[in-house]
C-alpha cells in the first residue's frame, strides 16, 4: 500500500538536437505509471509546491493521466510527494476538493442515509452550492424502516444536512420569530417551494 503519488518540477532538455531545446513542466508517477507535461513556463515550474499543485490541478493543466493518479490520493485521503516535500492530506485537501469540482458548478458528494439501529447507506451523488439541490443515485430497494437523518458529506469531510421533508435539498439556517418578539434559529429547506423552507 504504498501507492502514493511524486510530482517533481521538472526542466525538459532535449539531449540529441543541435539547439538543446529547453522546456518547463513536471513528472508525476506512482507505482502504477508515470505521467509528464512540458508546457509550463519557467515560472509556473518553480512555483512553491502546493501553488504548483493547484495549478496543474487547474482546468487549463489537468489531464487524464494526472486525474487518475490522483484519485488514489482521494480515496485513501493521503498525502503527496511534491518535489520531494511529503504534504498531508490535510495540506491537499482543498487543491483535491477543487478538482472535484463539474464543469456545470455542482460538487461530488457522497449522499449518506442513517436508517434505524445505524445502518447506513451511502450512495455517490453531487451537489449544486448555487440551488442546495442534492441529486443522488438513490437505491430502489431502501429498507422500509425509520430514517434517522440524511445528509451529504464532502471529500474534506465536511457534512450538510438533506431536508427530511423533500429529500432534494440541503437545510440552512433560518432566523425564525418566536414568541412574538424573540428570533429562533431554525433549518429550513434551500427548496422554496418545499413544505419545509418556513415561508
Ligand atoms: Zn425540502
Same mark, same amino acid.
Given at each position: ?5 511524486n510530482?517533481? +518540477?521538472?526542466?525538459?532538455?532535449d /539531449?540529441?538536437?543541435?539547439d ?6 513536471y ?5 502504477g505509471?508515470q #505521467?509528464y ?9 518553480s512555483?512553491p509546491?502546493?501553488?504548483?499543485l493547484?495549478? /496543474?490541478?487547474?482546468e487549463?493543466?489537468? &489531464?487524464d493521466?494526472?486525474?487518475?493518479m490522483?484519485?488514489?490520493?482521494r480515496?485513501?485521503?493521503?498525502g503527496i510527494?511534491i518535489n520531494? &516535500? ?9 487543491i ?12 461530488? #458528494?457522497?449522499f449518506?442515509?442513517v ?10 451523488g453531487?451537489y449544486?452550492?448555487k440551488?442546495?439541490r442534492v ?6 430497494d +431502501? ?8 445528509? /451529504?458529506e464532502?471529500?474534506n469531510?465536511?457534512?450538510m444536512? #438533506?431536508?427530511?421533508v423533500?429529500?432534494e435539498y440541503?437545510?440552512?439556517? +433560518?432566523?425564525?420569530?418566536?414568541d412574538?418578539t &424573540? ?5 429550513v429547506?434551500?427548496?422554496?417551494d418545499?413544505? &419545509?423552507?418556513? +415561508?
Open positions: 500500500m504504498s501507492n502514493r503519488v510530482i517533481i +518540477a521538472t526542466k525538459f532538455e /539531449i540529441s538536437t543541435s538543446r531545446e529547453t522546456t518547463f513542466g513528472r508525476a508517477f506512482d507505482d505509471g #505521467v507535461c512540458n508546457t509550463l513556463t519557467e515560472e509556473q515550474a512555483l509546491d502546493l501553488e504548483l493547484r495549478l /496543474i490541478c487547474s487549463d493543466f489537468l &489531464n493521466e494526472l486525474s487518475a490522483l484519485q488514489f490520493t480515496d485513501e485521503k493521503t510527494t520531494g &516535500n511529503w504534504h498531508l492530506w490535510d495540506e491537499i485537501k482543498d483535491m476538493f477543487e478538482e472535484e469540482g463539474q464543469d456545470d458548478g455542482t460538487v461530488s #458528494v457522497m449518506v442515509s436508517w434505524d439501529g445505524g445502518t447506513e447507506i451511502r450512495t455517490s453531487c449544486d452550492p440551488t442546495g441529486e443522488s443515485q438513490k437505491t430502489s +431502501a429498507p422500509v424502516k425509520v430514517l434517522d437523518r440524511e445528509y /451529504i464532502f471529500l469531510g465536511d457534512e444536512d #438533506v431536508c427530511p423533500c429529500h440541503v437545510l440552512k439556517t +433560518a432566523m425564525k420569530e418566536a412574538g &424573540n428570533l429562533e434559529q431554525v433549518e429547506c434551500s427548496n422554496p418545499c413544505e &419545509n423552507s418556513g +415561508a
